[in-house]
């Protein structure tokens, strides 16, 4: 599968940004995914994760009640809603994929991941 992520930009503090990741290729819905990101002088570390189905998502602490990871099968998208926006949600977004056998596992390493998109950047400014 291929995975192109997009909708990065600037936004002031408290905006909101929609970051879209298409895939291409079949079986979008055998494949759980993730949003990671990386900050300038920071590993990347995994900000949102959603099974096949969409039913089970992850969400790290810092993201938690800000972030939602939306998928849509049918359009072989899946999305990172972003609000509140913070100055250190400042980075480079990547959406990951990984195949997996069953509906409802989650994937929290970046080891875990087959598949990458090449990264959108998202900067917020105070």
């Known amino acids: 599968v291929q995975l192109q992520a997009s909708g990065g930009g600037l936004v002031q503090a408290g905006g909101s940004l929609r970051l879209p990741c298409a895939a291409s290729?079949?079986?979008?819905?055998?494949?759980?995914m993730g949003w990671f990101r990386q900050a300038p002088g920071k590993e990347r570390e995994l900000v949102a994760a959603?099974?096949?189905?969409?039913?089970?998502?992850y969400y790290a602490d810092s993201v938690s009640g800000r972030f939602t990871i939306p998928r849509d099968n049918a359009k072989n998208t899946v999305y990172l809603q972003m609000k509140s926006l913070k100055p250190e949600d400042t980075a480079v977004y990547y959406c990951?994929?990984?195949?997996?056998?069953?509906?409802?596992?989650?994937?929290?390493?970046?080891?875990?991941?087959?598949?990458w998109g090449q990264g959108t950047l998202v900067t917020v400014s105070s």
């Open positions: 990951a994929a990984r195949g997996s056998n069953t509906f409802y596992t989650l994937y929290y390493d970046e080891r875990d991941y087959e598949y």
């Open positions: 290729g079949r079986a979008f819905n055998t494949y759980a």
């Open positions: 959603i099974n096949r189905n969409g039913v089970s998502a």
